[in-house]
């Protein structure tokens, strides 16, 4: 059963597992996959960037990293102990864009149907509309509709949402959203229907430090005809653009910011996260509440979790997590322990197989009873397909199938403007792909080698990176070509980590976007 973020965060938090999903790193205005999971949600994961980036920074580092670039998901069979056997199903567009989600039961002899969701998209691959529907017997029912604006560069602007009742779609919610010229968001604006009127519900607003880090958050409600505060997150970064700490102050309703709970991140060298701290204000003084530690193997991948709670001042061990890999970095085996009467004790643990393209096919979650290995009934699966997206099930047992797409290259997108995409992944290490758009119609200020004018001519393209101090480490592109959607591989093994920006240059447009890498 696909679930909720916020469920999995709770279940991963709770079994001290860092496994799950995702936004991106250092600002959450689109997910950081390009051609990611598309998400119904109502736009962007605001109240929850700290907790979001913990878990894009350990997706990055678990997530396989060698797949069958044509291979995506068809089908998924899922064992749980809540309802048996169930099965998930997926299809897709020319391009690898999910076009539709369906779920099935296990009941006697067969598969019943009993929802499913459908997913459009712009001509340049942005989600405009979601629709989800409940079968009722043979026939299927509408039942929420979720409508999206996207600005030209594929930020969303504003979301509609709208409920299946009486034969008709009635209003429930919407929003919109701002940004800055780093495309940043910087506003984020909520409102309920309540039968007649719109009425103000929420609103998020928005500061970055000069490197587009988001530093602080400020939530406030609309209540008694004006904005009232709510809460506040205040973030602090490291040169490598990590996240350092976390604030986190409630508005006492009158004039003052109440100090909550503090988050503390630590890094080696090569940019690892190797702990994180929580505490407590409580009486004036910061009382310790848990922490994490963390080890990394060669390749950069996590290899243990030590978790560790506070008592009676002193730190006592709750538990910890082991990671293996196959010889392609692909997680093969996640071990939880408990520290019961001062030895290890197994808890439970997640096993993944392959094929040869990197592509999990199966996955078992068990637990420890005292003497063996038994099916574990709150089991957590996760795997990632060949264009990064991430799938979570609730269950002990999943197999995944696959089919086959043609024309991954979205050569039927009719692209109207220039874009310039996130790398994936990012972080990274040593190695990441960056994709940009030409457009169909050549501008008139962007002229071709020749002076020439005509569409069916090429561009003078000009990809470089740079580093942090602005110094050029890497010409990626540098010739004319025609409209079309492109793909480059950045190696990165000879630099060292830390922040580096990537920008395209085509006559008088030029865009740049940042990129992290992490040895």
């Known amino acids: 059963m696909r679930y909720n973020k916020t469920i999995l965060v709770v279940l991963l938090f709770m079994v001290g597992n860092l496994y799950s999903q995702v936004n991106q790193l250092n600002k959450a205005p689109r ?50 102990a809540q309802y048996d056997t169930e099965k998930e199903s997926f299809t897709y567009s020319s391009y690898g864009k999910i076009a539709s989600w369906s779920y099935e039961k296990w009941e006697g002899s067969a598969f019943k149907k009993y929802k499913r969701e459908t997913y459009n998209y712009d001509s340049s691959g942005n989600l405009t509309a979601w629709l989800f529907e409940r079968w009722n017997g043979s026939t299927v029912e509408n039942y ?24 008709e779609w009635k209003n429930s919610s919407r929003g919109s959203y701002a940004y800055d010229s780093n495309e940043n968001v910087t506003a984020d604006l909520s409102e309920n229907w309540d039968g007649f009127n719109w009425l103000f ?52 309703g009158s004039n003052n910011w109440l100090i909550g709970d503090r988050h503390t991140r630590t890094y080696d060298l090569n940019g690892n996260m190797t702990s994180m701290f929580w505490d407590r204000w409580e009486l004036g003084n910061w009382v310790p509440f848990w922490q994490h530690t963390y080890t990394y193997d060669l390749n950069g991948k996590i290899s243990s979790d030590l978790y560790e709670y506070w008592s009676d001042s002193s730190w006592v061990i709750g538990s910890r997590q082991n990671y293996n890999y196959d010889s392609n970095k692909n997680l093969t085996i ?5 520290w019961k009467d001062s030895i290890w004790v197994d808890g439970w643990k997640n096993t993944y197989t392959y094929d040869l393209n990197g592509n999990m096919i199966s996955g078992l979650s068990e637990t420890w009873d005292g003497s063996s290995w038994v099916q574990n009934k709150m089991g957590v699966l996760s795997f990632y397909d060949s264009f ?5 099930f609730l269950g002990y047992e999943i197999n995944v199938y696959y089919s086959t797409i043609t024309d991954v290259e979205e050569t039927e997108f009719n692209i109207s403007d220039y874009k ?100």
């Open 388 to 392: 990064g997206r991430e799938y979570n």
């Open 31 to 80: 997910n950081i996959f390009e051609d990611s999971f598309p998400t119904h949600e109502k736009g962007i994961d605001n109240n929850d960037f700290e907790k979001n980036s913990l878990e894009n920074y350990f997706d990055q580092i678990l997530s396989t990293r060698i797949f069958d670039s044509t291979s995506v998901v068809d089908s998924v069979i899922i064992k749980s």
């Open 201 to 252: 519900y929420t609103r998020y607003t928005y500061s970055y430090d000069i490197n587009s880090n988001r530093n602080v958050l400020l939530l406030e409600r609309w209540d008694e005809n004006s904005w009232k505060n709510s809460k506040r997150e205040i973030y602090t970064f490291n040169f490598n653009q990590n996240i350092t700490s976390t604030l986190y102050e409630q508005w006492d």
């Open 144 to 167: 929420i509709l979720e409508t999206y604006t996207n600005n030209s560069s594929g930020n969303r602007t504003s979301y509609l949402e709208e409920n299946w009742f009486g034969g």
């Open 420 to 519: 310039l995409s996130q790398n994936y992944p990012n972080p990274f290490n040593p190695s990441t792909t960056i994709k940009y758009n030409i457009p169909s119609v050549t501008h008139p200020s962007i002229p071709s080698r020749e002076g020439k004018e005509r569409s069916d001519r090429g561009v003078l393209i000009i990809l470089k990176v740079y580093d942090i101090l602005g110094r050029e480490v890497a010409t990626l592109v540098s010739k004319e070509q025609k409209p079309g959607n492109y793909e480059v591989k950045f190696d990165a093994s000879n630099l060292t980590s830390g922040l580096y920006f990537y920008r395209i240059t085509a006559g008088s447009f030029m865009k740049t976007m940042k990129m992290i890498l992490l040895k």
């Open 334 to 338: 996640c071990l939880k322990e408990n």
